[in-house]
């Protein structure tokens, strides 16, 4: 089908047309430079993208970036016809369509939208961000990358030497802008990655640059990546299952107040106890109340690993509920909160709840003064690791959709089984999914019974090892 803009207002079609023409004629010529740079943009998609889903580029060109998303079913739209017949060349499996951004006429919803470099030179940016929006589901990324207004004196001056092609003019947009106009559009901007600091292929010293120092230097970088997701309704569209994992090791006195004090929420709560290489009678008393409570949806079992972690993944791997949650059994954030922690999810408010115990005053002996200090240095080192604000990683109370864990089951393999107390294994894996994690401030108690399973150092150190693997995997790629 021909490219059709008679639904575009004049200027626009104009521009679009002029950019259309540009890249007809000149769909053959790219520098070494240029090369270098997509190969850049194309390794950072892959590594934000996951197998397995659907994605749509927006001025997807020749088809040079979708080639490097191999198990991810592909569609892209663009001005130049000449540029879609490469494209076809290349990747036979993908669907080519001959539009503008401005003016969709597609069929279904996309896992990710991919808008790469196009709005540099889109004709209307907003309408581009408009039309993307038609063909989202709740669940849908947005992510596109935009030249920093910082290098428009170098890429004039590289024009000239001769080391960048021409090109049509330029949108040379601020963060502010597009996160302005993302949101009139009706999207929520949830991260933000500067990347590049050298484009050109330089031994040694683009790795260094682009991989190291980038992450540091993030105001100097050539490029920005900015994902978004639709804005949640204002009402909470429907009610959920809800699964309530409860790890428990060496904690005989609290069992029967868990069952008692955890509420029921949406469409019916199932409690699932797992026990976990337990010292005292955990699992006798485990038994006991399972044998007489019946008035609650419980599930037992006894974990085949070992650590919280382990214990979390067999439990939610038994669990039946739509939304999933962790409630330690120490009881120091109390049952009665996880309401809070259901709203804030199946209003779609967050698509990661997270439990804050940094917010209101403690209990005297509920958090040891190392401990709280420990708690503030991982909150800063997260919020800067996962570009989102993280006030507490240690709390134990974590929720999110079933459908969002299984994606980050299946891709626990980026990652690896590196994490034995869970928490930082969800929150890595929310990270790489690019969903949006909310703090849910509780009440923080003491322990009525028993003792800690953390050893502080041992533990400590481990965590630090752990933060440091992610950074590598993150933000150093």
């Known amino acids: 089908m021909p490219l059709d803009l008679t639904t575009i207002p004049e200027l626009t079609r104009t521009q679009l047309e002029r950019t259309r023409d540009f890249y007809d004629a000149e769909s053959d010529r790219k520098t070494g430079s240029s090369r270098r740079f997509h190969e850049l943009l194309g390794r950072y998609y892959a590594q934000m993208i996951p197998d397995g889903v659907s994605v749509l580029e927006i001025g997807c060109g020749d088809g040079s970036l979708l080639a490097l998303l191999p198990g991810r079913a592909i569609t892209g739209v663009d001005l130049s016809a000449k540029q879609l017949e490469k494209a076809r060349a290349k990747l036979p499996h993908g669907r080519f369509f ?20 196009t709005v540099n030179l889109a004709a209307d940016v907003q309408r581009v961000f408009d039309e993307a929006l038609r063909f989202s589901h709740p669940g849908t990324r947005l992510i596109l990358n935009f030249y920093s207004s910082l290098w428009s004196p170098v890429f004039t001056l590289a024009k000239w030497l001769g080391l960048r092609g021409r090109t049509p003019a330029s949108n040379w947009l601020t963060l502010d802008d597009v996160r302005n106009m993302l949101d009139l559009a009706g999207w929520q901007s949830l991260e933000v990655q500067p990347r590049i600091l050298l484009p050109l292929d330089v031994p040694v010293l683009g790795p260094l640059f682009n991989r190291f120092l980038a992450p540091l230097l993030p105001w100097f970088c050539l490029t920005c990546f900015c994902t978004a997701r639709p804005r949640p309704p204002q009402k909470r569209e429907r009610e959920y299952t809800v699964s309530v994992v409860v790890p428990a090791r060496n904690e005989s006195g609290n069992i029967e107040a868990i069952l008692r004090r955890t509420p029921e929420m949406g469409l019916g709560t199932e409690i699932v106890l797992i026990e976990g290489n337990s010292t005292d009678d955990t699992w006798e008393k485990i038994q006991a109340v399972a044998a007489t409570n019946h008035g609650r949806n419980l599930k037992i079992l006894k974990q085949t690993g070992k650590g919280k972690g382990n214990a979390v993944r067999e439990g939610f791997a038994a669990s039946t509920g739509d939304i999933l949650m962790i409630l330690d059994a120490d009881l ?11 709203d804030a999810v199946a209003s779609r408010h967050g698509e990661f709840a997270n439990g804050v115990r940094l917010v209101y005053p403690m209990e005297t002996e509920a958090m040891q003064f190392l401990n709280l200090l420990a708690n503030k240095t991982f909150s800063v080192i997260f919020t800067w690791l996962l570009l989102q604000p993280i006030k507490d990683t240690l709390c134990g109370t974590k ?45 923080y108690r003491d322990r009525t019974y028993g003792s800690t399973n953390i050893n502080r150092w041992r533990h400590g150190w481990l965590l630090l090892r752990m933060v440091l693997f992610a950074a590598r995997k993150l933000r150093f790629t």
Do not use: M
Request: hydrophobic residues 40%.
């Open 98 to 117: 001959e539009q503008a951004g401005e003016a969709l006429s597609l069929e279904g919803t996309f896992d990710y939208i991919i808008i790469s470099e």
């Open 399 to 443: 929720v999110l959709f079933r459908t969002d864990y299984d994606h980050i089951a299946k891709n626990r393999a980026f990652f690896g089984d590196f994490d034995p107390f869970g928490d930082f294994d969800l929150l890595f894996g929310a990270d790489k999914l690019h969903l949006k994690i909310t703090d849910i401030p509780v009440r």
């Open 332 to 342: 120091t954030v109390p049952p009665e909160e996880l309401p809070k922690f259901y």
